[in-house]
């Protein structure tokens, strides 16, 4: 799915632990080196045991995601998520899951469900509406990438529809 590549194509830091090439993308890192890889690769690097995620900064809590579904429920259009949402939600379950904390990890991914699914209801509802809003920069401006390409989507089905029942 497209949504899945725009996810992963996000960098995140990591602390190489050995000297390791990577022959398909054409580079190689010693150890110690800091570098900035796809999402993907630093998870599979991470899993070989050959490098660190070192970007602690960019991990989320269940508080988190709690106030931004607080702030989603007020608001008809979608609210403005910060930056990178859904590769540091990738990133945090992912070192949740690593470190044990399935407390933790069990709690955020009820939150971030919760919080989705209330934003998918509303660009569901909108692009049902009003077929335009696709193009408000306004609207634009509150999706993150993944949800961009979604509501791409989500036009191509519903608006056909629409117009084939009326």
Do not use: C, H
Request: aromatic letters at 8%.
């Amino acid at each position: 799915m497209i949504y899945a590549s725009i996810l992963s194509s996000y960098t995140v830091r990591v602390a190489f632990k050995r000297d390791v090439a990577l022959a398909p993308l054409n580079v190689s890192y010693g150890a110690g080196v800091e570098a900035d890889v796809p999402l993907y690769l630093a998870i599979k690097l991470d899993e070989m045991g050959v490098a660190e995620i070192v970007d602690w900064d960019a991990t989320l809590q269940p508080g988190d995601i709690a106030a931004l579904k607080y702030v989603e429920r007020r608001e008809s259009y979608p609210s403005k998520l910060p930056d990178r949402f859904y590769p540091r939600v990738k990133l945090t379950m992912y070192l949740l899951s690593k470190r044990g904390d399935l407390k933790t990890l069990r709690a955020l991914a009820q939150e971030v469900r919760e919080l989705v699914i209330e934003r998918v209801r509303k660009m569901a509802a909108l692009v049902a509406a009003r077929p335009d809003v696709v193009n408000e920069q306004s609207f634009l401006e509150r999706l993150e990438p993944e949800e961009r390409a979604l509501l791409t989507s989500v036009y191509t089905a519903v608006v056909p529809f629409i117009l084939s029942v009326i």
